[in-house]
């Protein structure tokens, strides 16, 4: 049986591979710096393949740059061999759940989901660091190597354990302001990359500080031919009076589609269908009913008498008297206008929480998103296409909480009008967010499922353990003082480690039983899923000797068992497992069912398809139950075998009743 590597592959040599496959005339060998021989390319040649005049040195040409860009390019091909740990205690529905929600350095996570996620992500959406001079950036050393860096910062104790802050004030008297920033950001869009489907699209947020940057560096990694549009996003109805210039009130969404094919982008629909099915028709009379104490609105209190309003385009006629107190009509009104929705799917809409408001007597915006809306989409994002502000997303939290707990989080609804660009209805539709935050993408994925049933999103969110009192230190103002503070209060009355994860976990838990409560009555509300299964990032379950066993001083081994045990004593059976899943191939929300053969513990990953099994003491009649079952893989520890015989009998065994099988050890 061979070793699973368990580390993630070099994509170094994945690249030569493919290079040599074109060009098998530029493989050459060379002896690596650990004296063995290796395959690489030789570049001389393969540049009088390319072109007839080589472009190097110091020859005009545009291009792109900033210092440390090729250690940054370097570090997205550096294999890892860092793991993930499931974490039932914090997972909700954790044997059920198709949901992810992963805590740790980004950029790692990234490459270990490269290995069973590649090209099946079909959707990314982040809301990354703005680099506006008051925000973090990950700790990413360029000037040596990741791994001496890390054991010389003591960002990692000798056991692999994370022992400082992994992000960095980047403060705009930084020398390196935008330097820092550009080598954050590379490597991690280089690596997602990888993860989207042919078809997939990356939507990323930002603002002024870093848009033209950011744009360069996706048109390097995702190609200028497929660049969609810069959306502008409406982020507020009321800028601040900050400066003398321009108030700001837009924010910027780059897209990127990783082939660029002629697909429609389906934007906000004219007709829809309601959360219980019902198709929104057109209204042939034009006249809807409204109930009294449910239309919000921002005209000032009094009567309104009945009479037409609006403009040419909006003609509307308010067909009896109605009080306005307070921000609400106060009596049951009703209008005559244009309308494509029935009266019986407003009824449907205001039943299930849908709120309506009249701005103004005009009416219009309340009711051109439904009525005008285009088939494609424009890149002006505001209110007309239903997409909230800040503002909005702000007062939102406290539906969920008493307070507000986030500071600048994202409208759910800007998520929801993203993901309405794509065909949510294909296959394993998987949206990826890997600067999670406040886990506004999580609670959007939630939200469409119930709306249409029909569709099959899940979401992987990933999110670095951001420490909030280090937070409250660096922020700017006493409103985002007050809300960090907020936040620090409610996870520790629940006894929870104050960080950013641990908040926007219970955010996901909160608003996922927000929906099921809400909607019981609904049909098949109890097969939503609003689940999610934790897992957490740390070094390998594996010992230094399991990687560099001739370099492993033999002291270092005693601890285990002088190389009869390779596998740190601190973990379990189902840390093991998940360290082995990727290797596989096999999605970490795979269904995981534990079974008993002969008083072991056997692992049973997505049907038959991976079998595991880390007991120790491994006899005949194990080995042969689990044959049977023909597994795909089976896996087990190097030192699980009861005695020599077992070994001696293990390839007979199976190539009996399961010749098939792909037998890995570790």
């Known amino acids: 049986m061979e070793h699973l590597k368990m580390q993630t592959a070099d994509m170094a040599d994945r690249n030569i591979e493919q290079i040599g496959a074109l060009f098998p005339e530029c493989l050459t060998e060379r002896i690596n710096s650990n004296g063995r021989v290796e395959q690489a390319i030789d570049f001389d ?13 110091p020859e005009q040409r545009y291009q792109f740059t900033w210092p440390d860009k090729r250690a940054a390019i370097r570090l997205a091909n550096t294999p890892t061999s860092k793991t993930l740990r499931p974490c039932r205690a914090e997972s909700v529905d954790f044997d059920t759940t198709q949901n992810l929600y992963i805590e740790g350095d980004n950029l790692d996570v990234l490459k270990l989901l490269r290995e069973n996620y590649l090209g099946k992500v079909k959707m990314i959406y982040i ?18 190597g990741k791994t001496e860096f890390e054991q010389r910062s003591g960002l990692f104790d000798e056991e692999g354990h994370q022992t400082i802050d992994p992000m960095q004030r980047n403060t705009e008297a930084n020398g390196r302001f935008h330097t820092d920033w550009l080598n954050m950001i590379y490597p991690r869009l280089k690596v997602a990359r990888d993860l989207l489907s042919d078809d997939g699209v990356i939507f990323i947020s930002i603002d002024d500080n870093e848009v033209v940057n950011l744009k360069k560096v996706c048109d390097e990694i995702y190609g200028e031919q497929n660049f969609i549009d810069i959306f502008n996003w409406a982020k507020t109805e009321t800028p601040e009076n900050l400066s003398i210039k321009c108030r700001q009130i837009i924010e910027y969404v780059l897209c990127y589609q990783k082939k660029k094919d002629e697909t429609r982008f389906r934007g906000v629909q004219k007709y829809s269908t309601s959360s219980n099915g019902l198709l929104n028709q057109p209204n042939p009379i034009g006249i809807l009913k409204f109930p009294a104490n449910v239309v919000r609105t921002k005209i000032p209190n009094g009567i309104i008498p009945a009479g037409k ?16 107190k307070d ?67 702000g007062e939102y939290q406290l539906n969920l909480f008493d307070k507000k707990v986030f500071n600048f989080p994202k409208p ?33 994925v939630m939200q469409l499922n119930y709306e249409k049933p029909t569709s099959k999103r899940k979401y992987i969110m990933v999110q670095i353990a951001e420490d909030l009192y280090r937070s409250l230190a660096a922020a700017s103002s006493k409103s985002q003082k007050e809300i960090i503070q907020n936040a620090i209060d409610l996870l520790t ?13 219970e955010r996901i838990r909160r608003a996922g039983k927000k929906i099921k409560e809400e909607n019981k009555d609904k049909e098949a509300i109890d097969r939503l899923d609003t689940g999610f299964r934790v897992l957490k990032l740390d070094s390998s379950n594996m010992a230094d000797v399991y990687y560099t066993p001739a370099q492993t001083p033999i002291e270092q081994t005693l601890g285990f068992e002088a190389f009869e045990d390779n596998i740190k004593p601190d973990r379990t059976a189902e840390d093991l497992l998940f360290q082995v899943m990727p290797e596989c191939n096999l999605p970490l929300s795979s269904r995981i069912e534990e079974r008993e053969i002969h008083g072991k513990k056997v692992y049973a990953v997505d049907g038959n398809y991976l079998v595991a099994c880390f007991d120790r003491d491994i006899d005949e009649q194990v080995i042969t139950e689990i044959a049977r079952m023909q597994p795909y893989y089976f896996v087990m520890r190097d030192a699980s075998a009861a005695t020599d015989n077992v070994l001696d009998n293990f390839d007979q065994i199976f190539n009996a009743y399961s010749k098939e099988t792909i037998r890995r050890i570790l």
């Not at 309003?309 to 306005?324: A, P, R, S």
């Not at 949510?424 to 998987?430: S, V």
């Open 327 to 393: 921000g609400l009509f106060t009596k049951t009104f009703s209008l005559k206008a244009k309308f494509k929705w029935q009266q019986s799917y407003l009824d449907n809409e205001l039943a299930n929480g849908t709120i309506i408001s009249i701005p103004t007597m005009k009416f219009s915006p309340a009711y051109e998103k439904l009525e005008y809306a285009p088939e494609v989409p424009t890149n002006l994002i505001n209110s007309k296409v239903g997409v909230d502000t800040n503002e909005n997303a």
């Open 45 to 57: 040649k393969l540049r009088q393949l390319l072109a007839h005049d080589v472009v190097e040195g």
């Open 493 to 505: 009355t629940l006894k929870r480690p104050v960080n950013l994860c641990e908040l926007g976990k």
């Open 412 to 444: 759910v609804s800007l998520i929801k009008y993203l993901l309405g660009f794509l065909d949510n209805d294909t296959e394993d539709f998987i949206v990826l967010d890997f600067f999670s935050g406040s886990a506004t993408t999580a609670e959007a």
């Open 309 to 324: 309003y609006g403009t040419d385009k909006y003609d509307i006629e308010l067909l009896n008297d109605v009080e306005v």
């Open 127 to 144: 809301d990354p660091p703005y680099n506006t001079g008051n925000d973090f950036v990950y700790n990413d050393d360029f000037a040596q």
